[in-house]
Structures are given as structure tokens and as C-alpha cells.
């Protein structure tokens, strides 16, 4: 079993910075990527930014030059630091893992972080 945990949300105002950390622990194999997504109230989840075992990255186009994904693989850790952050921004952000196992894909999720800017 995989678990993510979470941390870094909180309370910002408009232009503020925040940085999301997911720290990932268990049974780790082969992760073939990481991600961040968020989900608004009352909205789907979109993808936020994602970064592969091959340290390329991508990013939805209303984050790019404000977001940027990292990860460390010694602490099985992705990080978001989010600069610029525009009430828009307010949402739960959960990171995702995908991983694999021989054949066999298997993707994991955080519990999820509450960020709210204030305008």
C-alpha cells in the first residue's frame, strides 16, 4: 500500500506564494509520474501540473509562469510552489502518482490540501 500525504495549503492574499509538498510512503516501485490537481466547488478536477521520471513538465496553461513542479526522489516527494496566486487559485489541491509494476499501472491520490487566496 502507497500513502501521499499533503501539506503547505492555507490562507494566502492575491499575489502571495504558497508551497504544496506530497511526501509519498509504503510499498514505492516504479514512479513514472507525478501531478498536481485541483478541484474548485461546484467544479470537475483539472490538472494543474505534472512532471515525469524524466524530469520533463507540464502545465495547464492558466498556471504556467506563476506554478512550478518539482520533485526529489530521494524523499519520494513532489513540491508545487505556487507564486502570483489569484483567488481564482482557491481550490483543494491533490497530488497524484503513477506508478508501475511490471504490467500493471496504478495510480495513487493525496488526501488533498485546502488553498484559499483572498482578494
Known amino acids: 500500500q502507497v500513502q501521499l500525504v499533503e501539506s503547505g495549503g492555507g490562507l494566502v492574499q492575491a499575489g502571495g506564494s504558497l508551497r504544496l509538498s506530497c511526501a509519498a510512503s509504503?510499498?514505492?516501485?516504479?514512479?513514472?509520474?507525478m501531478g498536481w490537481y485541483r478541484q474548485a466547488p461546484g467544479k470537475q478536477r483539472e490538472l494543474v501540473a505534472t512532471?515525469?521520471?524524466?524530469?520533463?513538465?507540464g502545465y495547464a496553461d492558466f498556471v504556467k509562469d506563476r506554478f512550478t513542479i518539482s520533485r526529489d526522489n530521494a524523499k519520494n516527494t513532489v513540491y508545487l510552489q505556487m507564486n502570483s496566486l489569484k483567488p481564482g487559485d482557491t481550490a483543494v489541491y491533490y497530488c497524484?502518482?503513477?506508478?508501475?509494476?511490471?504490467?500493471?499501472?496504478?495510480?495513487?491520490w493525496g488526501q488533498g490540501t485546502q488553498v484559499t487566496v483572498s482578494s
Open positions: 512532471i515525469t521520471s524524466g524530469d520533463s513538465t
Open positions: 509504503g510499498s514505492i516501485f516504479s514512479i513514472n509520474a
Open positions: 497524484n502518482y503513477k506508478m508501475s509494476r511490471g504490467p500493471f499501472r496504478y495510480d495513487y
